[in-house]
């Protein structure tokens, strides 16, 4: 494990100022492959925490340069964490969020690109179900304002550039949020309309679990579904999970 963490503490000079090669990115990404499988083995991931190893692995996305090396080492750091997280071990969480993952996320899903974004929403997406990254994240109103802005600007975005696979894990970080009383009170007047107003009616035609996630977020937050517009299959199928979860 020493080892590895030279691998990857090696090429911390070359991140500021940006001059990370491809070759150097490819070692550090090795030696970060190797450290997904230890973070996601039930029996070293708990190991991997305690030594603290997660938070040698931050620095790798405050980077803000665009170049190929940056993106995969971001990526493949982003895997690391998210194997973590896969466990849905509450003292993995607990350390995440005292050593302040969530800004990373919401960076990363903000500036990332789509792959990177993606990962980032699974990694928040895990931190929500549980019951402390669901408190965490509505017990303050600026940490539940933040995560809203990120999700509203990734949904607006997502009208131009779709991507079913973004759009399905930024809905269910919405159910999750309506989940909790003051997230689902805070809802109510954030989500935004342009989950309701069709946009989205050809990825919902295309994906029948996020068709029952959309009817559910909507259930959650205004027990009805208010403002939906949609039309033909997609009314018969969103009025039958309505009578299903009534």
């Not at 990177?116 to 994240?137: F, R, T, W």
């Amino acid at each position: 494990m020493a080892i590895l963490l030279q691998e990857v503490i090696g090429v911390y000079p070359f991140l500021s100022p940006p001059t990370l090669t491809s070759a150097q990115s490819n070692r550090a990404c090795n030696a970060l492959a190797l450290l997904q499988c230890v973070a996601s083995h039930r029996d070293t991931r708990r190991l991997f925490v305690q030594a603290h190893f997660p938070s040698y692995l931050y620095c790798f996305l405050t980077t803000d340069c665009k170049s190929r090396p940056f993106e995969y080492l971001r990526l493949t750091c982003l895997g690391v964490l998210g194997a973590l997280v896969k466990g849905d071990d509450t003292a993995v969480i607990h350390f995440l969020l005292a050593t302040e993952i969530m800004p990373l996320c919401l960076r990363t899903m903000e500036n990332g690109n789509e792959l990177s974004k993606m990962v980032a929403a699974y990694i928040l997406l895990k931190i929500l179900q549980d019951g402390e990254g669901l408190n965490y994240v509505c017990i303050a109103a600026d940490r539940f304002y933040a995560v809203g802005r990120v999700l509203r600007n990734l949904v607006v975005g997502l009208a131009a550039h779709p991507s079913p696979w973004l759009l399905k894990h930024i809905i269910k970080c919405y159910i999750r949020i309506s989940e909790d009383v003051r997230g689902r009170i805070a809802l109510r007047d954030s989500l935004p309309e342009i989950l309701m107003d069709g946009t989205f009616n050809n990825l919902l035609n295309e994906d029948p679990m996020m068709k029952r996630c959309l009817q559910h977020l909507l259930l959650n937050v205004h027990g009805s579904l208010v403002g939906l517009q949609v039309t033909g299959t997609i009314l018969n199928i969103l009025t039958l999970m309505c009578s299903i979860l009534v």
